[in-house]
């Protein structure tokens, strides 16, 4: 059923919501109420996942969320507002850490 709210949501956000400014964002923040669709996709991931993680393309911690067990989880993503929010969401753990990073010019920086 959260797979198919899923694609509900995408459907809807791309194709006749134009309206939306941020329309990433707004399915972001779709995606986050669907639990059990965010754990299956952890689920399927989590066996190839050791103690520390690079998570790149973190958005706003909908699978992060579920790193907190790990020695070490830097969330990365190139959206200053994704960070914002990752940052406040997962500072006060002490394993945790947030970077920009972008894939094409392959660069990190500290955020």
Do not use: C
Request: aromatic fraction near 14%; glycine fraction near 6%; avoid cysteine.
């Amino acid at each position: 059923m959260d797979g198919l709210k899923a694609i509900f949501s995408i459907v809807r956000y791309n194709f006749f919501d134009r309206e939306t400014e941020d329309i990433v964002y707004q399915t972001l923040q779709n995606m986050k109420r669907l639990h059990r669709y965010n754990r299956w996709i952890f689920l399927k991931f989590q066996p190839f996942l050791g103690r520390r993680v690079l998570e790149i393309g973190s958005g706003i911690g909908n699978i992060t969320k579920f790193l907190l067990d790990r020695d070490l989880v830097i969330a990365t993503d190139v959206e200053p507002k994704y960070l914002t929010l990752l940052k406040n969401t997962f500072g006060k753990y002490k394993k945790f850490m947030v970077e920009r990073l972008d894939l094409p010019g392959a660069e990190i920086e500290r955020y």
